[in-house]
């Protein structure tokens, strides 16, 4: 499946986040790729109207008991959602929801170790560079 663009992901992603997003939740983009699509789902008017974080080396304060959804653009190997999902468990929050518009089947079951949930539109069987599953990865 391939995306058209950042906005494209954000807008398909966005009706598969309502079930997890309330007033109480944290919304979180993984920089630089996150940001955009975080951005492009908030704009669909799907998702409670939610402060949207950015990580970028640091987490937000003041998630411990919460939900937090982590949006980014794509798992490619999945080292940098690793890396969110090991620190919002040292944070202590609720649930910790993954979603990305891209996530391989191989990179997958891993995340499901750190994340409560992996949300994704496409998993393919084989993992490929991000660029590939958008028409325009500007």
């Not at 807008?11 to 983009?29: G, K, M, N």
Request: glycine content about 8%; aromatic content about 6%; some cysteine.
């Amino acid at each position: 499946m391939k995306f058209r663009d950042f906005t494209d992901a954000g807008e398909q992603l966005a009706p598969l986040l309502a079930d997890w997003l309330t007033a109480e939740s944290v919304l979180i983009a993984i920089a630089p790729g996150g940001v955009p699509v975080a951005k492009a789902a908030q704009a669909t008017g799907l998702l409670p109207d939610l402060p949207l974080h950015v990580f970028v080396t640091d987490l937000p304060p003041n998630i411990a008991g919460l939900t937090v959804v982590a949006i980014d653009d794509g798992v490619e190997t999945g080292t940098a959602a690793r890396a969110v999902g090991a620190l919002l468990r040292e944070a202590g929050v609720a649930t910790s929801v993954l979603a990305v518009p891209v996530c391989p089947r191989e990179s997958e079951q891993g995340l499901r170790d750190l994340f409560d949930d992996v949300i994704a539109i496409d998993r393919p069987f084989v993992r490929r560079a991000l660029h590939w599953h958008y028409e325009n990865f500007q």
